[in-house]
């Protein structure tokens, strides 16, 4: 099996138990299917920036590795540091996710390298290719006509974000999972806050259970307003 070495930070942190999945109840279904029998192998997932299409890759890529069986995380905004060798023989993998599309599309090379590991995949049959974008496969400006029908090879889900209540829902549940409790009026005022996509509130909630822990405070405004210097 091929190593490679990719600029990416560890993905413990995302886990389909704390991505927040009832706006995308068919996706994560069909997705369950597939890790254990393959029945479609191609899966691309769209949505605006914060919908949570790199958390649920990066959990679909430690869900993998936690059975045993090898997947791989890429991700194509980072393609600057890496060349598109990254793809070759990732039809090895059972699980191949790359993440952000749009940042490669219209680059030649990439494109190609992109369409060729889709034919391995479908020659091979037994890995399972998930694909995001910020954009629909439909208006994705895609300059390679034979790669932009590949695309639309498989299950298409658009990514629904959070309302409000959704976010401090998915909050208190990973607050819950790091061993704190976040009381809504607290969970209501980082979302206020703070940038309001889901990565930047949970890299949040994991600073003040670390200042949390060591402070034995609870998770009080003030003490939040202190810890994050709002």
Same mark, same amino acid.
């Given at each position: 099996?091929?190593?490679?070495?990719?600029?990416?930070?560890?993905?413990?942190?995302?886990?389909?138990?704390?991505?927040?999945?009832?706006?995308?109840?068919?996706?994560?279904?069909?997705?369950?299917?597939?890790?254990?029998?393959?029945?479609?192998?191609?899966?691309?997932?769209?949505?605006?920036?914060?919908?949570?299409?790199?958390?649920?890759?990066? =959990?679909?890529?430690?869900?993998? #590795?936690?059975? $045993?069986?090898? &997947?791989?995380? +890429?991700? *194509?905004?980072?393609? !600057?540091?890496?060349?598109?060798?990254?793809?070759?023989?990732?039809?090895?993998?059972?699980?191949?996710?790359?993440?952000?599309?749009?940042?490669?599309?219209?680059?030649?090379?990439?494109?190609?390298?992109?369409?060729?590991?889709?034919?391995?995949?479908?020659?091979?049959?037994? =890995?399972?290719?998930?694909?995001? #974008?910020?954009? $629909?496969?439909? &208006?994705?400006? +895609?300059? *390679?006509?034979?790669? !932009?029908?590949?695309?639309?090879?498989?299950?298409?889900?658009?990514?629904?974000?959070?309302?409000?209540?959704?976010?401090?829902?998915?909050?208190?549940?990973?607050?819950?999972?790091?061993?704190?409790?976040?009381?809504?009026?607290?969970?209501?005022?980082?979302?206020?806050?703070?940038?309001?996509?889901?990565?930047?509130?949970?890299?949040?909630?994991?600073?003040?259970?670390?200042?949390?822990?060591?402070?034995?405070?609870?998770?009080?405004?003030?003490?939040?307003?202190?810890?994050?210097?709002?």
């Amino acid at each position: 099996m091929q190593q490679l070495s990719l600029p990416i930070h560890h993905l413990d942190d995302e886990t389909l138990e704390n991505f927040y999945g009832d706006n995308n109840l068919l996706l994560l279904n069909s997705l369950h299917k597939n890790f254990q029998q393959l029945q479609q192998p191609f899966f691309y997932i769209w949505g605006t920036t914060g919908s949570g299409k790199s958390h649920l890759l990066k =959990a679909v890529t430690n869900y993998i #590795s936690s059975e $045993s069986r090898h &997947s791989i995380y +890429v991700p *194509l905004s980072k393609y !600057a540091y890496f060349s598109t060798a990254v793809l070759d023989n990732l039809e090895q993998q059972d699980v191949i996710c790359l993440d952000d599309l749009q940042a490669v599309t219209g680059n030649h090379d990439w494109e190609l390298a992109i369409f060729d590991l889709f034919n391995r995949v479908k020659e091979k049959n037994t =890995a399972l290719l998930l694909i995001s #974008s910020n954009h $629909s496969p439909t &208006s994705l400006p +895609v300059k *390679l006509p034979d790669l !932009a029908s590949r695309l639309r090879w498989g299950e298409i889900y658009q990514l629904h974000p959070l309302n409000e209540t959704q976010k401090i829902q998915a909050l208190q549940q990973n607050a819950h999972q790091l061993g704190i409790e976040l009381p809504e009026e607290t969970a209501n005022f980082l979302i206020k806050r703070l940038d309001r996509d889901m990565h930047s509130l949970f890299t949040a909630v994991a600073k003040l259970d670390k200042a949390s822990l060591q402070a034995q405070r609870k998770l009080t405004i003030p003490f939040v307003k202190e810890i994050l210097r709002l």
